[in-house]
C-alpha cells in the first residue's frame, strides 16, 4: 500500500537524521548553555516528535525504506551504516518521542529545585538519542553499539542523584547485570555474522532473506554461505534472547529493576515506558524469524514465569513505585509471552498500550511523591514518601491525579474500554490458541497468564485504594493534627502531561470498536491474518474480567472500606513474596558473596604471593648485584690494582736499581752469586 503523504527519500533522509540529530545537540548544548537546559531539550525533543510523525505518514501502509553507506569493510564482509524504516520502526519512533516529550514536560517542575537540573536534561537527552538511534539502526552490530549507549545513559540516570548510596549501588546493579545480557547478544552476533556474513537486518529478516533461503538438513543449518551443525541454530537464538532477558529485565536478570527507582520517578517513567526495557522486546520481535520452536518455548516459559513471579511481588510490596517496578517486569513478560508463541504483533501492540498507562502510571506516582516530599519538607517529618503505608483519602485533594492513575489501572488491568483491554486479550487469545494446538501440558501457559492477569487486577486496585480512598494515615501514623497538613492539585507542568497520557489509554485511540480486536489499526496493520475471530475471542475476554471485576469489589472493600483484612503478614507466603521470592538474597549468597570472598582471596594471594615473589625476587637481585658489585670493587679491582701495585713497585725497585752506585752493583752482584751458589747445592 502507498504511503499517505508523499515525501521523497531524500526528505526521510533528512527527517531521520533531524530526528536523531536534535537531542544529541541537546546533550551538549544543555551543558554549555545551563540555564537554558529545560528548554534546550524540550526545543529538541519537540523537534524529533515532528519528524517522527513525518516519518510515521511516510512509511506506514508503504514499503520498507533502506538506506546504507559502507562503514568497516574486511576481506569476506563488510559492516554497513544506515537507517532501516518499516512499520515497527517509525511506530517505536512515533511512541518514544512522544512519551519523552510528555515526560520531559513533566520534568520542568518535578526536576526544578534540583540543582542538578541542567546535567538531568543533557542525560535525558543522550537517553532519547541512544534509544532513537537503536530503533534506526539497519544491522545488528549498529543496534549493539546503541544497545550498550541506552545502558550507559540509563546508568547516569538511574544513579543521577549520586549522593545516594543507594543510588549509586542501583545503578552499579543495573550496568552489571545488563552486561551479563550483552555478553549473550554479542556473542549471537557473532555466530550470525560467521554463519551468514552479514548483519544487515533487512538482508538477514526481510523480504526474500537470507533467513528464510537457510535451511536445516541431516543435522546441519544451511545457507548460501556456510553449513554447521543444527544446535547453532538455537543457540544463536537463546544468545539474543539472553540479551534482552537482562535488558527486559526477565527472570533470572530481573532484580535490577526494582532497584533502579532510587532514580528520579520522571526516569522510571521514561525507562518504564517505550524506551530502555522495550528494547528488549524490540529487538526480539526485529529478529524473530530466527528463533526456531525450541527457543520459542524457552521464550514463552521465561515470559509466562516472570510475568506471574513479578505479579505475586507486586502484591505486598508497599513501595509505590516498587510495586510499578514489578508490574512492568510482569507486563514485559506478556510481551514475551506473547514472542514465545509467535504472536510479535500482540507483543508490539501490548508494548505501545503499555506505555501509555505505565508512564502515566509512574508520573501519577511522582505527583503524589512530590508533594508527599513537600510536606516532608515544610514540616521537617521523618517518613518514606513513597510508602504507602503513609498515604489514603488523596482523592478528595488531587482528584484529577487520582483519575488519570485510575484509568492507568484499569488499562493495566485489562478492564473493558480500556487499551490494555485490546492488547492483553490479544495476548490471551493466542496463548489459548497456541495451547489449543500444541495440547497437553503446554494448557499450563493459559492457566498462569490467566491467573497473572487476575493478579495484575488485584495489586494495581490495591494500590488505587490505599492511595486514593480512605482516610489520610500520615497524620495518624505521625501522632499530628490533619488539619496542619493542606494536600493539593499538581500544577500545569505536572498536570497536563498525565491528562494526554490518560487519552491514550483509553480503547477508542486504538480501535473505533472497543470490545473488538480486529477493528484495532495497529494490530491488523502488524499481522493482518491474524485474529481474525473464534471461540476463544469471546471465551477468554468474558471469563477474564467477569473475575477481574470480582477480584477488584474485594480489593476496594478490604483497601478502601477496611470491611475485613486478609491477615497474611505473619504467613511464610507473604514474606515469601513481601522478599521478592529472596531472590536477592539467593544472589548474594550464591554468587555475590563467594564473588567477593574469591576477590579478596585473590587480592591476597596477590599481595602477599605474587606480589611477594615479585618483590623478593627483587630484593634478592637487589642483594646479588651488591654482592657482585662489592666482589667488581674488592675482588677484581683488587687483584688488578694489585698487580699494578706490585709491577709498579718493581718497576721502580728496578729502575733504583740502575742508579749508577758502585756499592749497590757490587751488593746485588753479590746478592746474585749467593742466590746462585743456594741453587747449586739445592739441585
Not at 11 to 35: D, G, H, N
Not at 89 to 95: A, D, E, F, P, S
Not at 338 to 363: N, Q, R, W
Amino acid at each position: 500500500m502507498d504511503s499517505i503523504i508523499n515525501i521523497s527519500n531524500q526528505a526521510v533522509l533528512i527527517l531521520a537524521f533531524l530526528l536523531i540529530c536534535a537531542p544529541l545537540l541537546s546533550f551538549f548544548f544543555s551543558l554549555i548553555f545551563k540555564r537554558f537546559a529545560s528548554f534546550i531539550a524540550i526545543t529538541a525533543i519537540s523537534t524529533s516528535f515532528i519528524a517522527a510523525i513525518a516519518l510515521f505518514i511516510k512509511v506506514w501502509f508503504a514499503k520498507t525504506l533502506h538506506f546504507s553507506i559502507p562503514w568497516i569493510v574486511f576481506k569476506n564482509f563488510d559492516i554497513r551504516l544506515g537507517f532501516l524504516f518499516n512499520d515497527l520502526t517509525v511506530l517505536m519512533l512515533l511512541l518514544i518521542t512522544l512519551i519523552a516529550l510528555l515526560v520531559h514536560v513533566y520534568s520542568v517542575e518535578y526536576m526544578g529545585k534540583d540543582k542538578l537540573k541542567p546535567r538531568y536534561f543533557a542525560y535525558l537527552s543522550l537517553f532519547c538519542f541512544s534509544m532513537l538511534s537503536l530503533v534506526l539502526a539497519d544491522n545488528l552490530f549498529l543496534i549493539y553499539i546503541f544497545w550498550e549507549l541506552v545502558g550507559f545513559s540509563s546508568y547516569l540516570l538511574i544513579g543521577f542523584w549520586f549522593a545516594k548510596e543507594q543510588a549509586v549501588l542501583a545503578n552499579k546493579k543495573a550496568f552489571i547485570m545488563n552486561r551479563l545480557g550483552d555478553l549473550g547478544f554479542l556473542a549471537g552476533i557473532m555466530i550470525m555474522l560467521s554463519h551468514f556474513h552479514t548483519l544487515d537486518i533487512d538482508a538477514l529478516f526481510g523480504s526474500g532473506n537470507l533467513m528464510a533461503s537457510s535451511f536445516i538438513t541431516n543435522g546441519m543449518w544451511v545457507s548460501p554461505f556456510n553449513m554447521m551443525p543444527d544446535y547453532w541454530l538455537t543457540i544463536a537464538g537463546l544468545c539474543f534472547f539472553a540479551g534482552a532477558v537482562a535488558k527486559s529485565a526477565q527472570f533470572p536478570l530481573h532484580t535490577w529493576l526494582p532497584d533502579a527507582m532510587e532514580g528520579p520517578t520522571a526516569v522510571s517513567s521514561l525507562i518504564h515506558a517505550a524506551t530502555m526495557v522495550a528494547a528488549g522486546v524490540f529487538l526480539l520481535v526485529r529478529i524473530a524469524p530466527l528463533f526456531n520452536e525450541t527457543v520459542l518455548v524457552v521464550i514463552a516459559s521465561i515470559g509466562v514465569f516472570t510475568a506471574f513471579m513479578a505479579a505475586t511481588i507486586a502484591l505486598t510490596q508497599n513501595d509505590i513505585k516498587r510495586v510499578l517496578a514489578f508490574s512492568t517486569i510482569s507486563q514485559l513478560g506478556f510481551m514475551m509471552l506473547a514472542i514465545g508463541v509467535g504472536d510479535e504483533a500482540s507483543a508490539i501492540f501490548h508494548l505501545v498500550t503499555h506505555a501509555f498507562f505505565k508512564c502515566l502510571l509512574f508520573l501519577g506516582a511522582g505527583i503524589i511523591i512530590h508533594e508527599l516530599h513537600h510536606l516532608k519538607e515544610k514540616h521537617q517529618l521523618q517518613f518514606d514518601e513513597q510508602d504507602m503505608t503513609f498515604m489514603g483519602g488523596l482523592f478528595k485533594s488531587m482528584p484529577i491525579t487520582a483519575i488519570v492513575f485510575i484509568i492507568a489501572a484499569m488499562a493495566l488491568s485489562g478492564l473493558p474500554f480500556t487499551s490494555g483491554y485490546l492488547s492483553k486479550d490479544a495476548i490471551l487469545i493466542s496463548v489459548f490458541e497456541w495451547a489449543d494446538v500444541k495440547g497437553g501440558i503446554f494448557w499450563i501457559f493459559p492457566i498462569i497468564v490467566s491467573l497473572t492477569s487476575w493478579l495484575t487486577t488485584f495489586y494495581i486496585f490495591r494500590v488505587v485504594f490505599k492511595v486514593f480512598f480512605g482516610d489520610f494515615r500520615l497524620p495518624q501514623l505521625l501522632e499530628l493534627d490533619h488539619h496542619q497538613f493542606h494536600i493539593h492539585e499538581a500544577n500545569a507542568w505536572l498536570k497536563y502531561p498525565v491528562m494526554v497520557l490518560a487519552v491514550f489509554c483509553l480503547a477508542f485511540v486504538f480501535s473505533y470498536h472497543p470490545f473488538s480486536l480486529e477493528a484495532s489499526w495497529l494490530l491488523h496493520q502488524l499481522a493482518p491474518q491474524q485474529h481474525i475471530g473464534g471461540i476463544y475471542h469471546i471465551l477468554v475476554p468474558v471469563y477474564i474480567n467477569i473475575l477481574s471485576l470480582g477480584l477488584l469489589w474485594i480489593t476496594y472493600l478490604a483497601y478502601a472500606r477496611n470491611k475485613f483484612s486478609f491477615g497474611l503478614e505473619q504467613t511464610w507466603i507473604f514474606k515469601f513474596s513481601y522478599q521478592q521470592w529472596y531472590f536477592n538474597e539467593i544472589y548474594n549468597t550464591t554468587i555475590v558473596k563467594p564473588t567477593l570472598l574469591k576477590a579478596k582471596a585473590y587480592y591476597w594471594f596477590d599481595r602477599n604471593v605474587i606480589d611477594g615473589l615479585v618483590n623478593s625476587s627483587a630484593s634478592a637481585i637487589l642483594y646479588i648485584s651488591s654482592l657482585a658489585n662489592w666482589f667488581d670493587v674488592h675482588i677484581i679491582d683488587g687483584l688488578v690494582n694489585g698487580v699494578a701495585s706490585v709491577v709498579e713497585r718493581l718497576n721502580i725497585w728496578f729502575r733504583n736499581v740502575q742508579n749508577g752506585k758502585v756499592q749497590h752493583y757490587i751488593i746485588w752482584m753479590l746478592l746474585i752469586m749467593i742466590t746462585f751458589f743456594i741453587y747449586l747445592m739445592i739441585f
